[in-house]
């Protein structure tokens, strides 16, 4: 999880939107022997915004096994973190105002919400919602709207809810 003061290092606040290449990274596998549990995972970059169900489907459409990421531990989001944490082209920066600041629109995560409650959060492998990392006001839930999780930064790296077809949906996924 990164500190305000990391993310400015980082320049997490600055985004240079003329980048609108697809960009595929190659898979890493999280290795056991680094306490993982074997899996690879894929950071995407679109480069403009990409639907929730659109980052689904191009991750199923790599092939079996592939889906949106699921995340089970803090192991596991802090793994997946480093693939793009410090890549700013994966966030759709500072684009609306919250009362916590500013927030940028990170990668898309596989899991959904069906209703503004905060309990009814899915993996879409059907794995137990057991782990969460969602920042200070997050998940808020969005009216009448199925909701979607993503990485967003605002004083840290954490998790949001937002709508899938929102005006500032993210421009990246994790597979």
């Known amino acids: 999880m990164k500190t305000l003061q990391q993310l400015l290092v980082l320049g997490l606040w600055v985004v240079c939107p ?3 290449s697809l960009s595929h990274a190659v898979p ?20 403009n915004a990409i639907t929730w169900e659109d980052a689904q489907a191009a991750a199923v459409a790599k092939g079996p096994g592939w889906h949106l990421a699921t995340v089970t531990s803090s192991g596991e989001n802090n793994f997946i973190e480093s693939l793009f944490a410090s890549n700013t082209s994966f966030f759709n920066c500072c684009l609306f105002p ?4 500013r927030i940028s629109s990170g990668p898309w995560l596989g899991g959904s919400s069906s209703t503004n409650a905060s ?5 879409v492998t059907g794995e137990p919602f057991g782990f969460a990392d969602w920042g200070p006001t997050a998940p808020f839930g969005n009216g009448n709207h199925i909701s ?3 990485f967003a930064a605002a004083r840290q790296v954490a998790w949001n809810d937002i709508p899938s077809g929102h005006s500032l949906s993210p421009q990246s996924y994790i597979l």
């Not at 890493?28 to 480069?47: M, P, R, S, T, Y």
């Not at 919250?98 to 600041?101: A, D, K, S, V």
């Not at 309990?119 to 993996?123: F, G, R, V």
């Open 119 to 123: 309990n009814d959060w899915a993996w």
């Open 98 to 101: 919250f009362p916590l600041g």
């Open 148 to 150: 979607y999780a993503e």
């Open 28 to 47: 890493v596998e999280w290795k056991a022997i680094d306490g993982g549990n074997g899996h690879l995972f894929e950071a995407v970059l679109v480069g």
């Open 18 to 20: 003329f980048f609108i």
